[in-house]
T-cell receptor
Framework: GAVVSQHPSRVICKSGTSVKIECRSLDFQATTMFWYRQFPKKSLMLMATSNEGSKATYEQGVEKDKFLINHASLTLSTLTVTSAHPEDSSFYIC??????????FGPGTRLTVL | DAKTTQPPSMDCAEGRAANLPCNHSTISGNEYVYWYRQIHSQGPQYIIHGLKNNETNEMASLIITEDRKSSTLILPHATLRDTAVYYCIVRVGGGNQGGKLIFGQGTELSVKP
């Protein structure tokens, strides 16, 4: 199946710093990508829809100034967690649709904010 | 948005078929049903999707009732590696390469030797 990668797989940062997470579609182009986060023992929560060449669409309750999304090309979307705090520690996962109506997910990025 | 209801947990004996039910009674006529599974600390893995007809691939079969209000995912010969949380999701909106997948709580399937 199609492959979606994320980098880094794991990051630890100090409170107040910003962290950038990359999501790439490796063998297909994606005009739309999605960002989720998942807390321990909980389900995935959709944060935002990343649109190539235009602004991201955020789900209700997600701070757009806190979670900056850039979708600069058809294969790359980035999520920047600005001024991270311990409560932002979570598992962040991206996904993208293929042309065959399958949505593939990346392996996830574990963020720990100290 | 159409929502899904799944049992929180199920057990299955290794080598037997695992039948995972899902209710989606408010599904609209053009909304697809998707199934994913997630093994601990990994991204969700696509399994199968369907609209009206039953579907089968190398991983599983998807049986959708005629009224489309429920579906069943069948893993024909469960192995220990199939132990995971299984999510039944109704795609919200969008055509090709569109729409959102809103995850519910899923079913935690435990395959036992």
């Amino acid at each position: 199946g199609a492959v979606v990668s994320q980098h880094p797989s794991r990051v630890i940062c100090k409170s107040g710093t910003s962290v950038k997470i990359e999501c790439r579609s490796l063998d297909f182009q994606a005009t739309t990508m999605f960002w989720y986060r998942q807390f321990p023992k909980k389900s995935l929560m959709l944060m935002a829809t990343s649109n190539e060449g235009s602004k991201a669409t955020y789900e209700q309750g997600v701070e757009k100034d806190k979670f900056l999304i850039n979708h600069a090309s058809l294969t790359l979307s980035t999520l920047t967690v600005t001024s991270a705090h311990p409560e932002d520690s979570s598992f962040y996962i991206c996904s993208a649709w293929t042309s065959t109506n399958e949505q593939f997910f990346g392996p996830g990025t574990r963020l720990t904010v100290l | 948005d159409a929502k899904t209801t799944q049992p929180p947990s199920m057990d299955c004996a290794e080598g037997r078929a695992a039948n995972l039910p899902c209710n989606h009674s408010t599904i609209s006529g053009n909304e697809y049903v998707y199934w994913y599974r997630q093994i601990h600390s990994q991204g969700p893995q696509y399994i199968i999707h369907g609209l009206k007809n039953n579907e089968t691939n190398e991983m599983a079969s998807l049986i959708i009732t005629e009224d489309r209000k429920s579906s069943t995912l069948i893993l024909p010969h469960a192995t220990l590696r199939d132990t995971a949380v299984y999510y039944c999701i109704v795609r919200v909106g969008g055509g090709n390469q569109g729409g959102k997948l809103i995850f519910g709580q899923g079913t935690e399937l435990s395959v036992k030797p």
